[in-house]
């Protein structure tokens, strides 16, 4: 059986809730799409922000579409140290307890109180991709890469519903480390 799928590497990138894109963007604004990702439905868009830390600012983060329900900030490990904030890893959504940042857009900014998070490794699947590996949502496996500095990510959380597209999702930093890019096959070893 085929046990291979794409990898994709993150870049820092801010998720928005409406309330706070409103502040950021001006009333009742809509995102501009720039062009979609490979996840259907998430799409890059024109609009940036600059993200202020208590050590430093990093300016041009790209927000992602479509609006959420809260605000999410999603950093590297070495972003998190430039910005003198604690790099707490978790999964997308899991917020609480989280550090906060300082958010400004081009009509206002927002303090968050939490949102920032280093994503964990994840793995992005189909229901039939499931089925084909044997695998159900919230498993956690591990995986393998190719090449002259192959690596194996240990829990690698698995995301499966209907409207996923196979794919892992590692932040940059990993990535590089692993010496793999954008659409490059790894290896499922659960």
Same mark, same amino acid.
């Given at each position: 059986? +085929? ?6 590497? %993150?870049?820092?990138? &801010? ?15 809509? /995102? ?16 940036? &922000? +600059? /993200? ?14 479509? &609006? ?20 707490? &890893?978790?999964? %997308? ?35 039939? #991709? ?6 159900? #949502? ?12 192959a690596v194996i990510f240990e829990n690698v959380l698995v995301r499966v519903k209907d409207d996923f597209a196979l794919e892992m999702h590692v932040d ?11 659409? #490059? ?6």
């Open positions: 059986m +085929d046990n291979k799928l794409p990898i994709a590497l %993150s870049n820092r990138h &801010v998720h928005l809730g409406q309330e706070d894109l409103n502040i950021l963007f001006g009333e009742n604004y809509e /995102l501009t799409r720039s062009k979609d990702l490979s996840q259907p439905g998430q799409y890059a868009c024109e609009e940036k &922000v +600059d /993200l202020v830390g208590p050590r430093n600012t990093i300016k041009g983060v790209r927000v992602l579409g479509p &609006v959420r329900s809260k605000t999410q900030v999603e950093i590297s490990i070495a972003d998190a140290i430039k910005l003198g904030v604690e790099p707490v &890893v978790r999964n %997308s959504g899991d917020i609480e307890g989280t550090p906060g940042i300082k958010i400004v857009g081009p009509k206002g900014e927002v303090e968050l109180k939490e949102g920032v998070i280093v994503a964990a490794r994840h793995i992005h699947m189909h229901t039939s #991709d499931g089925e084909r590996f044997g695998i159900k #949502d919230g498993d956690i496996v591990r995986v393998r890469t190719e090449g002259p500095r940059i930093e990993e990535g590089n480390a692993a010496g793999v890019k954008n659409g #490059d096959l790894v290896e499922l070893i659960k």
